[in-house]
């Protein structure tokens, strides 16, 4: 077997991932399925649309 390690380029996770990955986070954390976590996040990006994550 070749045990070299072939280093890929590092890539930023997108917004779209990020997001997922919270909505996941917190279904599990809370209970509730990833939908009405998304649905929730989504009633709250419009109140708070001003407001930017800090990637």
């Keep these: 077997m070749n045990s070299k390690k072939i280093e890929k380029p590092y890539t930023k996770p997108s917004h779209a991932q990020i997001e997922r990955s919270v909505v ?32």
Excluded at 30 to 51: I, P, Y
């Design 24 to 55: 996941t986070s917190t279904a599990i954390e809370t209970g509730q399925t990833s939908n009405e976590v998304e649905g929730m996040l989504k009633k709250q990006r419009k109140k708070f649309s001003h407001l930017h994550l800090a990637l």
